[in-house]
Nanobody
Framework: QVQLVESGGGLVQSGGSLRLSCAASGRTFSSYVMGWFRQAPGKEREFVAS????????TYATSVRGRFTISRDNAKNTVYLQMNSLKPEDTAVYYCAADRGAFAVRRNEYDYWGQGTQVTVSS
């Protein structure tokens, strides 16, 4: 089992940047595919990005591709989400998640979740 704790959220102006971090407990972090999801008020939780176990492969939602970058440091048991050129529509609670299975983009394929960190982008 793995426990996930997100940090780095906050309030930023449109066009600004934030870097989210997700620290994982346990010794098996490198055995998990890691993903970021987000949930805006009144909306369903949606996929943002995922990274393979080694960090060599990534995939992104169309809405963030070219602006967000997911990465991981297996030595530090941490996954990151660098968010640039932020827009008001990026406002949401951001969650990191761990997947024991294959590289995945669907919420129900992830096994463990953090508590989330709020990102608010003002116009």
């Amino acid at each position: 089992q793995v426990q996930l704790v997100e940090s780095g959220g906050g309030l930023v102006q449109s066009g600004g940047s934030l870097r989210l971090s997700c620290a994982a407990s346990g010794r098996t972090f490198s055995s998990y595919v890691m993903g970021w999801f987000r949930q805006a008020p009144g909306k369903e939780r949606e996929f943002v990005a995922s990274v393979s176990r080694s960090g060599d492969s990534t995939t992104y939602a169309t809405s963030v591709r070219g602006r967000f970058t997911i990465s991981r440091d297996n030595a530090k048991n941490t996954v990151y989400l660098q968010m640039n050129s932020l827009k008001p529509e990026d406002t949401a609670v951001y969650y990191c998640a761990a997947d024991r299975g294959a590289f995945a983009v669907r919420r129900n394929e992830y096994d463990y979740w953090g508590q989330g960190t709020q990102v608010t982008v003002s116009s």
